[in-house]
């Protein structure tokens, strides 16, 4: 399998989160971004929304992170990434959303960029937008996390879809100083995460195009 995936992408580190946790290998090709590479048309003929990333099996191409993880869940069910119940799947589908859907769209490469260079706000102002929504974000993710019973990670003992969307939020927010203090369950879950392998590897540092 082929993977196209640039080493910051909060979505491509998802995905490469949920391979390596269900170990499976893939090439790693990188689309950098920040270059304008999703632009180029070689890459515009096989990813049709331009974007990072994209799994190529040899016989289907997949986008969108949550999309990929859950065709990869289906097909190898070992270790699964979404519970065996039916109310339990939709919880841990509404914390990786509340990531997904409620605090990346608001801060990724494309809004940050349009920020600075089409509305002009200048770098301090673009960093307080990316540290409020991610803030806000991450205090309805606790508030959520705190209505569920104690657990080592998101959602029961094993990492879930939910941890694989958490992580790489931290480790962005991280990049942009967000203020992490009080989020107990949140950041357990995060630290119990990076503990593991899957998670270590598939970190934007130790990936063949970080810089």
């Not at 803030?135 to 990492?159: H, I, K, M, N, V």
Request: glycine share 4%.
């Amino acid at each position: 399998m082929k993977l196209y995936n640039y080493f910051r992408s909060s979505a491509s580190f998802r995905v490469r989160i949920a391979m390596n946790l269900k170990g499976l290998p893939f090439e790693y090709i990188s689309v950098h971004l920040a270059k304008g590479d999703h632009k180029k048309p070689e890459y515009a003929a096989i990813a049709a929304d331009g974007l990072v990333p994209l799994l190529d099996t040899g016989e289907v191409s997949l986008s969108q992170s949550m999309a990929i993880i859950e065709y990869l869940d289906e097909l190898h069910p070992t270790p699964a990434l979404l519970p065996a119940d039916a109310l339990g799947r939709a919880k841990v589908r509404a914390l990786a959303q509340s990531i997904a859907c409620e605090i990346h769209p608001l801060n990724n490469l494309r809004v940050l960029k349009y920020l600075v260079k089409e509305l002009k706000v200048d770098e301090e102002a673009k960093n307080t937008w990316y540290r409020h929504w991610v803030r806000e974000g991450l205090e309805s993710f606790e508030r959520q996390l705190a209505q569920l019973p104690p657990s080592t990670f998101c959602y029961g003992d094993t990492p879930t879809l939910a941890d694989c969307c958490l992580v790489p939020q931290i480790a962005n927010g991280k990049r942009f100083n967000v203020n992490f203090d009080g989020l107990p369950r949140t950041m357990a879950a995060y630290e119990a995460c990076m503990k593991l392998d899957a998670f270590i590897k598939a970190a934007p540092e130790n990936c063949p195009d970080a810089e």
